[in-house]
């Protein structure tokens, strides 16, 4: 499977949070803990209504989550 254009930072945003793991990251948007593998790996992009459960857990704006295209990390 190949990488997607719609990156994210789900993982730090993971370790951010208390070192959510990845089970309770799932359990709180609905989906399982191979989404957010995937996810993660940029193997599958979230659809619109996916994308906005993790701005709700997160409480930060979807552009502060996901990206597209190409992203440069700031330092």
Excluded at 12 to 36: P, S, W
Excluded at 53 to 65: C, D, K, M, S
Aim: positive net charge.
């Amino acid at each position: 499977m190949g990488k997607t254009l719609v990156g994210n930072h789900i993982r730090k945003l993971r370790f951010n949070h208390n070192e959510m793991t990845q089970q309770q990251l799932a359990d709180k948007v609905g989906v399982t803990r191979q989404t957010i593998v995937a996810l993660e790996k940029g193997n599958y992009s979230p659809s619109l209504e996916l994308a906005f459960r993790f701005a709700q857990v997160f409480e930060l704006p979807l552009e502060e989550i996901f990206y597209y295209g190409k992203h440069i990390e700031s330092p």
